[in-house]
Nanobody, 124 residues
Framework: QVQLVESGGGLVQAGGSLRLACAAS????????MGWFRQAPGKEREFVAAVNWSGGSTFYADSVKGRFTISRDNAKNTVYLQMNSLKLEDTAVYYC?????????????????WGQGTQVTVSS
């Protein structure tokens, strides 16, 4: 069993930065791939970024590539999402998820544990 709690969301102006954190409980965190997803009002949940179990491999949605960075600290059972150069279209609820596999995945179905989400609002 893994419990995930996100933090770090808030209101930021376009062009600004935020750092999200996801604290995980449970002994299996360090063996799981981790991902960040987001859901804007009226839209489906979409993949943002993922990291493998060691932190050595990361991948991103094209819409955030070059602006967002995912990382993890297995000693602290925490995964991060550094978001720079934020745009209005980044406004969404951001969810942390733990994958069934060590590599992480682009697909919702590959994740079996989800956090409650944290709101990110980008204003003009």
């Amino acid at each position: 069993q893994v419990q995930l709690v996100e933090s770090g969301g808030g209101l930021v102006q376009a062009g600004g930065s935020l750092r999200l954190a996801c604290a995980a409980s449970g002994r299996t965190f360090s063996s799981k791939g981790m991902g960040w997803f987001r859901q804007a009002p009226g839209k489906e949940r979409e993949f943002v970024a993922a990291v493998n179990w060691s932190g050595g491999s990361t991948f991103y949605a094209d819409s955030v590539k070059g602006r967002f960075t995912i990382s993890r600290d297995n000693a602290k059972n925490t995964v991060y999402l550094q978001m720079n150069s934020l745009k209005l279209e980044d406004t969404a609820v951001y969810y942390c998820a733990a994958a069934k596999v060590p590599t992480g995945s682009y697909y919702n179905s590959a994740y079996d544990y989800w956090g409650q989400g944290t709101q990110v609002t980008v204003s003009s």
